[in-house]
Nanobody
Framework: QVQLVESGGGLAQAGGSLRLSCAAS????????MFWFRRPPGKERQLVGT????????YLADSVKGRFTVSRDSAKNTVYLHMNNLNPEDTATYYC???????????WGQGTQVTVSS
């Protein structure tokens, strides 16, 4: 099992930046693929990005590509979502998740709220 704790959400103005952190703990954290999801108000959950611990390969959704980046600090078992040039459409609850490559279900963090004002 893995435990995930997000932090770093808050209020930002359009064009601003925020950095979300996700601290992972538990057994064999490095074997999990890490995900960032978000759920905008009244909408379904969206995949934002992924990163693995070993090679650091990443994926970003088209809606955030060029504005967001995903990184990890393996020494701290922490992954980050760097969000730049925010716009009101980025307002959502952001969730960190972890999944073994062979699994179908995720472990989830508690979520952190990001609100972007125009």
């Amino acid at each position: 099992q893995v435990q995930l704790v997000e932090s770093g959400g808050g209020l930002a103005q359009a064009g601003g930046s925020l950095r979300l952190s996700c601290a992972a703990s538990g057994r064999a954290v490095s074997t999990y693929v890490m995900f960032w999801f978000r759920r905008p108000p009244g909408k379904e959950r969206q995949l934002v990005g992924t990163i693995d611990w070993n090679g650091g390969s990443t994926y970003l959704a088209d809606s955030v590509k060029g504005r967001f980046t995903v990184s990890r600090d393996s020494a701290k078992n922490t992954v980050y979502l760097h969000m730049n040039n925010l716009n009101p459409e980025d307002t959502a609850t952001y969730y960190c998740a972890a999944r073994l490559a062979s699994a179908t279900s995720h472990y989830w963090g508690q979520g952190t709220q990001v609100t972007v004002s125009s």
